[in-house]
């Protein structure tokens, strides 16, 4: 006898304005069953979970869940009816701590919130997977990992019997990817379903039972994840046949190019400093910087492009001492940034994109003579970087926030690269970008070095350090813990390094 | 499948751009309802509509002598408008023109009466550099504040309104009122101290200053480096801060040729008018400026137009009291429903209907 599917979702379509996210979708998830939602970035994945959990209304569709229709207008909806989603950015308040994080949401009579019934129900579910989990430190305290730990239990208190995680792993080391795996087999085992979201085929291989490919907003395919493998989904996803590897040119290195020596700094917002940071960088090499989100590498970002002051040591770049110079004459000496956040930290999101094209290029010729601004150089030097970079976007007018987020990124790669740089300094350089324009990013990277300019690559992704680094360094809570050649250090080291253990030599 | 059998539904959703011509056409549309919500309160007071408005029009351009006054009107709100303009270009709003202005006329009374002997020129330019002062200084406060500990410049502008308000009232009752006055308002400033007037009417140069500043704002704020700073500032000030751009200097800069700006206003009303400084200086002055940066879609050039339009309104209005016997309060009536059709307008105008079919 088979049992009844527990989501079965008809014809969701939604549209922002004159994009179609989502397309007609179907899909269905069985009883207990891990079933990934593959797609690149900019796919509909998301958007078509926020349907499903009520936080974006439908266009038009139908939902049913274990077999009886129900009408999701909110949230609260979706929770009653016992389906839960851990987001990608994470719904905690971050003054409080664990178990009131778990508390609010809930519904109950009275004015006590009968907190410590609920620190004993948390505690129960914690042993029950074998889940550590500080439950009185507030959450601006914690690890990412232990937030999304609070995010799960939430929707296991709220009664969720279908749990929908948005691309879980995207901020984890490969040992807090497994515990988080082997906790989800647990779970299933025990009755529980998943709709996992996620672009890593690795994960959808080696844990989903069954795969639904999304592409511009539309179901491509379900298959068992049995009956295909990496390439067949990977073609898939993007609609021709991909090249998955990219191909890495043998280049010279040279002298050291940057060294910073002991450096301290305390964050701007946070408590973490930077303790005695110190490594060199050699010309025509790509460093990559790993470290879980907290460690240090916004710091070490912010305090390499003059956003942030520096307390002690020295940063030397081309022999000249450049400890605390501001941005601009960073920009001068020949360094450039791609910093994390592209919409807050890059760009101007409400100019057109021949000014967000200006920002930081004003202060030179052709575009300005440090007083006036040459329009006729401002509209030729956008036209000449869209056409470059093969930006899509119909004219230098167009305003930025139109543009779609490969297309953000190629803007601020133009800028950036427009002045020839010696060294770039880019941050989650391909965050949110659609395997083409990853690809773009990533090949714009590497022939950078050719002409004997050096990247550092901080990221938290360990596959693209993997694919683009000559040798990494490894934050863990503002200190260097790892120093190394890329071929002679395991993935997997990384991993335990960034999570602050340490390996066996 | 018939045309009859699809089904529909409408949904309101936000836009991802607005088009420009969207908002001049959203300008016009709130003058033509303001126009309207007059024309209720005309019929309510028992004049005809077509004998109010005509007097009106007539009022305000109908002849030169009503075209000089109804610039002479324009003049104060279109320094004030222009004060809020380069203010908010920067993300900060001034709402202190009012006390900026009155200041700026407080300084110029002082080079008037102080120095009686200087000839014009030389008068003129240092009542000007005295209001640019006593301006810059008025939006340098607030500014600090914002930065140094956060403070709110929208609150810290309106308080400074007052202080300069009171100042003013304690120098006409006391120190600068001569013995034998009667009122509380100063002595009168030396010929040689006042604006010239032009075309023979109470016009006076202030209003050709104005319109030169307001070129030079535009000029300054699309086309240098600085105006170009002091926008993206206004617009992610994160972003500007990661090229190298000071905030704070942005910050400081915009709100004291804020100040100036409107202060100049203050000393021309002073010494283009009244020649004398009174407690009646400014008919909130300030506040109307408010409503013109909105209508003028904080544009220099929309500025031009918009105090124009109210300087119109304002003295029209007069006119259409004498002729119709409509209460010239008619006029602050109108500059309120301005304001609230334009705000109602410009939120209107993010949003758009969005027809959807409904299938399966």
């Not at chain 1, 009956?227 to 040119?249: C, F, H, P, Q």
């Not at chain 1, 813990?481 to 390094?497: F, T």
């Not at chain 2, 009303?269 to 409503?291: A, D, F, N, Q, V």
């Amino acid at each position: 006898m088979k049992n009844q599917p527990i989501l079965t979702v008809s014809n969701y379509t939604k549209s922002f304005g004159d994009v179609i996210a989502n397309d007609s979708i179907c899909l269905e998830i069985e009883s207990g069953e891990i079933h990934c939602l593959l797609g690149e970035n900019g796919a509909g994945k998301t958007t078509f979970a926020e349907c499903v959990f009520g936080y974006y209304q439908t266009d038009c569709g139908k939902l049913l869940f274990n077999g009886s229709e129900i009408k999701i207008s909110s949230p609260s909806d979706a929770i009653s009816a016992g389906i839960g989603m851990v987001h990608q950015h994470f719904v905690l308040a971050r003054s409080m701590n664990a178990v009131e994080n778990i508390a609010v949401g809930i519904k109950r009579k009275g004015i006590s919130p009968g907190l410590s019934k609920i620190e004993n129900d948390v505690k129960e579910i914690c042993k029950l997977y074998d889940i550590e989990l500080p439950l009185s430190t507030p959450v601006k305290n914690l690890s990412v990992s232990d937030q999304q730990w609070i995010e799960i239990i939430k929707a296991l208190y709220l009664g969720a019997k279908l749990l929908i995680l948005d691309e879980p792993t995207a901020v984890l080391t490969p040992q807090e990817t497994e515990k988080l795996f082997g906790t989800i087999l647990e779970m299933k085992q025990k009755g529980f379903s998943f709709l996992l979201i996620t672009h890593k085929l690795k994960e959808v291989m080696s844990y989903s039972d069954r795969v639904t490919v999304l592409r511009k907003g539309r179901v491509i395919a379900t298959v068992n994840t049995d009956d295909v493998n990496e390439d067949y989904l990977a073609e898939m996803m993007v609609g021709n046949e991909i090249s998955l590897s990219t191909k890495r040119k043998k280049v010279a290195i040279g002298d050291c190019l940057l060294s910073v020596q002991d450096i301290s700094a305390i964050g701007e917002n946070t408590n973490l400093s930077l303790n005695d940071v110190s490594f060199d960088l050699y010309e025509g090499e790509i460093l990559g910087v790993a470290g879980v989100s907290g460690n240090g590498k916004k710091e070490l970002f912010d305090c390499l492009v003059g956003y942030q002051k520096i307390n002690g040591g020295k940063v030397i770049f081309d022999n000249e001492l450049i400890s605390n110079q501001n941005p601009y004459q960073l920009i001068t000496k020949g360094i450039a940034c791609v910093p994390p956040d592209r919409i807050h930290q890059g760009l101007l999101m409400n100019f057109p994109i021949k000014e967000s094209l200006m920002l930081g290029l004003h202060f030179f010729k052709p575009i300005s003579n440090g007083f006036r601004i040459n329009h006729s150089e401002v509209d030729k030097f956008a036209l000449d970087q869209i056409n470059k970079y093969q930006i899509v976007a119909s004219s230098p007018d167009q305003i930025t926030q139109t543009l779609s987020g490969g297309n953000l990124q190629k803007l601020i790669l133009s800028r950036e690269l427009s002045r020839s740089p010696k060294l770039i300094v880019a941050y989650s350089p391909t965050r949110g970008l659609d395997v083409a324009s990853t690809k773009f990013v990533h090949e714009k990277l590497l022939t950078i070095r050719e002409t004997g300019a050096s990247v550092l690559l901080i990221s938290e992704d360990l596959d693209e350090i993997y694919t683009l680094a000559d040798r990494l360094i490894i934050l863990y809570r503002g200190r260097i813990v790892g120093n190394s050649p890329i071929n002679k250090i395991a993935k997997s080291d990384v991993g335990l390094l960034m999570a602050g253990c340490s390996i066996a030599k | 499948m018939l045309k009859s059998d699809r089904k529909y539904h409408y949904k309101i959703e936000r836009r991802s751009s607005v088009p420009f011509w969207h908002e001049i056409l959203a300008a016009i549309l709130a003058i033509a309802i303001t126009l309207l919500i007059g024309g209720a309160l005309i019929l309510q007071s028992g004049a005809s509509l077509s004998d109010a408005y005509s007097a009106l029009f007539v009022g305000a351009f109908g002849s030169k002598k009503a075209i000089l006054e109804t610039l002479v009107q324009a003049t104060p709100i279109l320094f004030t408008g222009l004060a809020m303009v380069i203010a908010y270009r920067a993300n900060y709003i001034n709402l202190g023109a009012e006390g900026q202005f009155l200041f700026g006329a407080i300084a110029a009374t002082w080079v008037g009466l102080s120095f009686p002997s200087l000839p014009k020129p030389i008068s003129i330019s240092l009542q000007i550099t005295a209001a640019i002062f006593a301006g810059a200084i008025w939006g340098l406060i607030p500014a600090l504040m914002r930065i140094k500990v956060g403070a709110s410049e929208i609150i810290v502008t309106v308080m400074l309104n007052f202080v300069v308000q009171y100042f003013l009232s304690y120098l006409v009752s006391n120190p600068w009122r001569p013995e034998n006055e009667f009122y509380n308002q100063t002595a009168k400033i030396a010929t040689s101290a006042t604006w010239p007037n032009l075309f023979d009417s109470r016009l006076h140069i202030g209003f050709i200053i104005g319109i030169f500043l307001s070129l030079t704002v535009l000029y300054l704020i699309w086309n240098t480096k600085i105006g170009f700073e002091l926008r993206s500032v206004g617009e992610n000030p994160t972003a500007s801060k990661y090229k190298g751009i000071s905030i704070n200097k942005i910050a400081i800069l915009s709100m004291m040729l804020s100040g100036a700006i409107a202060a100049i206003g203050g000393a021309g009303e002073i010494s283009g008018i009244h020649h004398r400084l009174k407690p009646t200086i400014s008919k909130g002055y300030g506040w109307t400026g408010i409503t013109i940066a909105l209508l003028g879609r904080t544009h220099p050039i929309g500025i031009i137009i918009s105090s124009i339009f109210f300087g119109g309104l304002i003295n029209g209005s007069s006119f259409m009291k004498i002729k119709t016997g409509v209460e010239s309060s008619l006029a602050d009536a109108f500059q309120g429903a301005a304001m609230i059709v334009v705000l109602i307008l410009l939120a209107v105008v993010q949003y758009r209907v969005r027809r959807i079919e409904v299938n399966g």
